[in-house]
């Protein structure tokens, strides 16, 4: 399966666009996660960090220090394009 496919193959379902008993899975190193509460949490401690890195880079640059401040109860994402996944995945 393309892997651009598979990574959308959540969201259309749960936005209806796609068949209702795929089997949602991701591989953590050599563990493969089902649990989609863990998968989330998964994805947010990822995109936390990667947030936190690029603001350390980017605070070394100039005079601005940023403070994240983290809530572990919500998480908001900001639409994307498939693109934008796609690019996000080769870097």
Not at 31 to 59: A, W
Not at 68 to 75: F, L, T, V, Y
């Amino acid at each position: 399966m393309d892997r651009t496919k598979a990574m959308w193959q959540p969201i259309n379902r749960e936005i209806g666009k796609g068949p209702e008993n795929d089997k949602l899975e991701m591989r953590i190193g050599k563990k493969i996660v089902s649990n989609p509460t863990e998968i989330t949490e998964k994805l947010n401690v990822y995109f936390i960090s990667t947030v936190e890195e690029l603001v350390k880079q980017n605070s070394n640059r100039s005079d601005n220090k940023l403070e994240m401040k983290h809530c572990p109860n919500s998480i908001f994402i900001y639409p994307v394009t498939e693109e934008e996944v796609i690019v996000l995945l080769r870097a």
